[in-house]
């Protein structure tokens, strides 16, 4: 298995309700990211685990609230979101430090 | 990390090699450059990175000029499926993982019939 994978692919929520996504690798890879990407923007880092715990939190607000239960498990619950949080939400694993593999990501719509 | 500059915009016609520009003229010694593309509606691809000499793979070759300032991704004979966004990377290599990638506005190349 040489992906990553992300569910749902896409998701639209109200500003009050609660959703999860999900992403899964089997890879053997200890780092797992998650980007936020909009429209014709470059992707922006979120959040970094390696090996289970968060090392890098890009100053994201806490309404976005990451979660690695195992190595290959990464989780992003959403909660009160904005209209403007709207975007394709891309999960990445990486082996090694300089080659990340990105999943196909979740495109999120919040109304 | 060292910023780069691109073109917004190339066009090559198909079976033609793509050549993409990369200016890093502030990079330092201990920085690489990486490459990485996205095409449509999907995640950014790996294609390659190098420090100071040309590298070469399945997927695409890169030269770095002897003084580093600069860069340029070849994809030898481009096809419709090369149509992507494609960004250049500078940055330190660090051994140890939770470590980020900046991405630039990078180049979108489009491959004509």
């Known amino acids: 298995d040489t992906e990553v994978t992300q569910t749902p692919k896409h998701l639209v929520m109200g500003m009050t309700n609660k959703k999860s996504l999900k992403c899964e690798q089997h890879?053997?890879?200890?780092?797992m990211y998650w980007y936020k990407q909009k429209a014709k923007k470059p992707p922006e880092l979120m959040f970094v685990?390696?090996?289970?715990?968060?090392?890098i939190n890009e100053s994201v607000p806490s309404r976005f609230s990451p979660e690695c239960p195992n190595s290959s498990l990464l989780n992003l619950h959403l909660h009160a979101l904005q209209p403007e949080d709207s975007a394709l939400y891309l999960c990445?694993?990486?082996?090694?430090?300089?080659?990340?593999?990105f999943g196909p990501g979740t495109r999120l719509t919040v109304l | 990390d060292a910023k780069t500059t691109q073109p917004p915009s190339m066009d090559c016609a198909e079976g033609r090699a793509a050549n993409l520009p990369c200016n890093h003229s502030?990079?330092?010694?201990?920085?690489?450059v990486y490459w990485y593309r996205q095409i449509h509606s999907q995640g950014p691809q790996y294609i390659i990175h190098?420090?100071?000499n040309n590298e070469t793979n399945e997927m695409a070759s890169l030269i770095i000029t002897e003084d580093r300032k600069s860069s340029t991704l070849i994809l030898p004979h481009a096809t419709l499926r090369d149509t992507a966004v494609y960004y250049c990377?500078?940055?330190?290599?660090?051994?140890?993982?939770?470590?980020?990638?900046?991405f630039g506005p990078g180049t979108r190349l489009s491959v004509l019939p």
């Open positions: 990445a694993s990486s082996l090694r430090p300089d080659e990340q593999f």
């Open positions: 890879m053997g890879h200890r780092a």
């Open positions: 685990y390696s090996y289970e715990k968060l090392s």
């Open positions: 502030t990079i330092s010694g201990n920085e690489y």
């Open positions: 190098g420090l100071k």
């Open positions: 990377i500078v940055r330190t290599f660090r051994d140890n993982y939770g470590q980020n990638f900046v």
